[in-house]
């Protein structure tokens, strides 16, 4: 039986079909979830993908945060259910408080678009454990608002417990507090980030093929 | 009618790249002098039934967990009287910090 890996899509999602696609590529059975539909429809993991949720009215992701959806998956992943939010899907899980800080504003006010080198800080997580810690990637980055803050306490504690899932690597491309790219919860279901591993996962469209081991890692941990 | 004004602002803390781009536009514009500018948001509710301690209860919640995200902003709540064509009448305004 292959693994069912839901992809939500909400109003002004635009990167839900590449996250089907990177799952089917790994393996696994994409199933599209709608937002309003507060059923998982038997999905063994969940993807938040990018995109602009309500015009990222508010904030980014905060209306998104209360879609019917989002109350059946934040309360799954705090059960086990990995969830992996890719750009607007990782503000979201800021903004649900399944991952801690939030995401602001680029330092620069600038809307970025660029092929970026990332460091795996921890392969130990749902979504990462087909890397090697410490490898070095590339996957695409797009966003205007991705410089992730938390007050100091809080990121010496994601430091400590090796909570950093994802850093930048030469260049920080929106002013993020210690370079931080992406995040996981203490239990390691849940998995954040800014740059878009679905968009690296075919040599025709993407710059490397680096984001496929994000899709195949959940296929496997969902089988052990 | 009732209306409840609701001010968003970054906490001091948090970079305001907004704020920065537009103070210093203002020397460009001749204006000098001003040594900061920080960028927030207003929302004005208006209610249907009256501004008491009970409705006033309800809009800090909501302000509390869906217009300020309490983890980069700080708000206030306050009653603004209106007239009956809804605008501002610029007194009784009653200023509550609420974080």
Redesign the interface.
Known sequence: MTTRVGVVTFPGSLDDRDAARAVKLAGGEPVALWHGDKDLHQTDAVILPGGFSYGDY??SG?IAR?SPVMETIIAGAKDGLPVLGICNGFQML??SHLL???L??????HFVCRDQRLRVENADTAWTGDFEAGAEITVPLKNGEG?Y???ERTLDELEAEGRIAFRYLERNPN?SRRDIAGLTNAAGNVVGLMPHPEHAVEALTGPTTDGIPFFTSVLKKLVA | MARVVVDVM?KP???D??GQ?VQRALPRLGFDGITDVRQGKRFELDLAGPVDEAALARIREIADT??A?T??EDFTVRVEEVDAAGSATGNGAEEEVAR
Request: proline content about 6%; overall charge negative.
């Open positions: 508010l904030r905060a209360f800021c903004e801690p800080g939030a602001t504003r680029n330092d620069h006010l410089g803050v938390a007050d002013g | 970054l803390e948090i970079l790249p907004q781009a869906f217009l995200n983890v980069i």
